[in-house]
């Protein structure tokens, strides 16, 4: 029962323009969100969280959108870069299950020069 | 800093055979995750330790997978006997006292068995 879902395997974007990756969940319990960035070969690295409390979160050329009401988070990378090609996971947690990650499937991001 | 360590890289085995991974968490991080990522999917949690106890383990195929956390440090995660469909990425994470702390991930072992 996957909980966390990235509905885009993979997205295109030009280089400088915008990147928005989306995520949905299913699990209302949810209250701390995470995106993760992931180069072949390596393991996941932390992007950016947000907090339930929060609707947005801001980090240089990340920014994390959250609409509790719609079970709905996105990221949007301005401007997007070449090296920010990788693949970008979601993952969300609740205090209730200890923390514990709940991943989507990732969406492959490409920018292109 | 050091970042997670994990060994080997990659593995190669026969099906029924043993294998096991070994992983060094982040100087000072007390939380030790791991995780199978198969293709195409996002990481899923298997074990949770905080120090040596571990604290959710309730998606451990407990027939097959054991681990373990001496000392609070190190931590080896097993499979006896490994099957065909273990084949995966199986990767270490480590926070600082769990909760809503980032948590580190080690660059994984490729397990492939044959």
């Known amino acids: 029962d996957q909980q966390v879902k990235q509905n885009s395997p993979s997205l295109s974007v030009q280089e400088g323009r915008i990147s928005i990756l989306n995520c949905d969940y299913t699990n209302s319990m949810f209250d701390y969100f995470l995106w993760y960035k992931k180069y072949p070969a390596e393991g996941p690295t932390f992007l950016i969280s947000?907090?339930?409390?929060?609707d947005k979160n801001e980090d240089g050329r990340f920014t994390v959108f959250l609409n509790k009401s719609a079970k709905h988070l996105s990221l949007h990378i301005v401007p997007s870069q070449p090296g920010d090609s990788a693949v970008y996971f979601c993952?969300?947690?609740?205090?209730?299950?200890?923390?514990?990650?709940?991943f989507g499937k990732g969406t492959s991001l490409l920018v292109t020069p | 800093e050091a970042g997670v360590v994990q060994s080997p890289r990659y593995k190669i085995i026969e099906k029924k055979q043993p294998v096991a991974f070994w992983c060094n968490p982040i100087?000072?991080?007390?939380?030790l995750y791991w995780y199978l990522q198969n293709l195409g999917q996002g990481p899923e949690l298997l074990i949770r330790?905080?120090?040596?106890?571990?604290?959710?383990d309730s998606q451990l195929p407990k027939d097959r997978f054991s681990a373990e956390r001496l000392k609070g440090v190190d931590s080896t995660l097993k499979i006896q006997p490994a099957e065909l469909g273990d084949s995966a990425v199986y990767l270490c994470?480590?926070?600082?006292?769990?909760?809503?702390?980032?948590?580190?991930f080690g660059p994984g072992t490729r397990l492939t068995v044959l």
């Open positions: 947000i907090s339930s409390i929060k």
């Open positions: 100087s000072g991080h007390n939380t």
């Open positions: 994470a480590s926070s600082f006292r769990g909760g809503y702390n980032e948590q580190f």
């Open positions: 993952a969300a947690s609740n205090s209730n299950s200890g923390y514990a990650l709940n």
């Open positions: 330790y905080e120090n040596e106890e571990a604290v959710d």
